[in-house]
């Protein structure tokens, strides 16, 4: 079985198949018996499923799948032999209501080079934010080569190849909040109490807020009541705030504070939507 055969499987019922591609770990901690049960009940009144997304995570690469109405989803984790050592059938919350409101602005990256993202996308399986109205249509974009975020000591920030990069206006706007002074985390901690970080909201008009988060402590150029221009450099990625390592979390929301507004679906410049496991980057002018 290649991995993309794998819902294929499941909606057939071929249980037998995929429980003989597992780990033995996997067999350990679930029987056949078990695994049939799950893959009939997730199985029942499915017609199709679609990829969504193919994710490296260090050495292995992860799958996912959601069913023709958007209620349900698979996550399958193949190790570099293609062995599954890891799969979920889930439950998924659509909400089609805001799925269809764009925004009124258009925007572009926040970011130049070659990024990858990391959450994104409009279900909970490819962008873990998308239950949380205030945080739905979030990007976390980290940069990614061979399958890897940093090279050389995983407890160094300056060793990920995100730490430091320049981080820019996705459309122009005024400067309404800043927050410059966090401290950077060490990789692997998490600052509860700062969940932001270093972080800028500007103003777009429209009601419309972009809301960038986690730069590097003191990088910021800009302070509030600027006005920027689309593609400004305002700041350097860090790895402050509720962040395990450097990455830039992107979004557009209809209030300026974090957790008081709503999300809003981004209408990018090029039409691109960037999902789960894609590499982005910013189209030519």
Excluded at 146 to 175: L, Q, S, W
Aim: aromatic residues 10%; proline residues 5%.
């Amino acid at each position: 079985m290649q991995p993309e055969q794998l819902d294929q499987l499941i909606l057939s019922g071929d249980c037998e198949m995929i429980y003989n591609q597992t780990s033995e770990l996997f067999q350990n901690q679930i029987a056949l018996s078990e695994l049939q049960d799950v893959i009939c009940s997730f199985s029942e009144g499915t017609q199709q499923c679609f990829l969504q997304a193919i994710t490296p995570i260090g050495d292995s690469k992860e799958y996912t799948w959601i069913d023709d109405t958007g209620t349900k989803g698979i996550i399958a984790l193949f190790d570099s032999e293609n062995i599954i050592t890891a799969l979920q059938l889930l439950p998924l919350q659509p909400f089609p209501e805001t799925d269809q409101q764009w925004t009124k602005n258009e925007f572009i990256l926040p970011m130049r080079d070659e990024w990858f993202t990391f959450w994104g996308g409009n279900n909970e399986l490819i962008n873990y934010h998308y239950p949380y109205a205030s945080q739905r249509y979030a990007f976390d974009f980290v940069i990614m080569e061979e399958n890897r975020t940093y090279a050389g000591h995983p407890n160094d920030n300056e060793h990920y190849f995100a730490f430091g990069k320049e981080v820019v206006a996705p459309a122009a706007g005024t400067i309404v909040k800043i927050e410059n002074n966090i401290i950077d985390n060490k990789p692997g901690e998490m600052n509860e109490e700062n969940p932001s970080g270093n972080y800028i909201v500007i103003d777009h008009g429209h009601n419309e807020y972009s809301i960038i988060v986690h730069f590097k402590q003191h990088s910021l150029t800009v302070t509030e009541g600027d006005y920027v221009k689309q593609g400004e450099v305002v700041g350097l990625c860090g790895n402050s705030g509720h962040s395990s390592e450097a990455h830039i979390h992107f979004q557009v929301s209809d209030s300026p504070i974090l957790d008081d507004g709503r999300s809003i679906r981004i209408r990018f410049k090029d039409g691109r939507e960037p999902r789960r496991g894609d590499f982005v980057q910013q189209s030519p002018s």
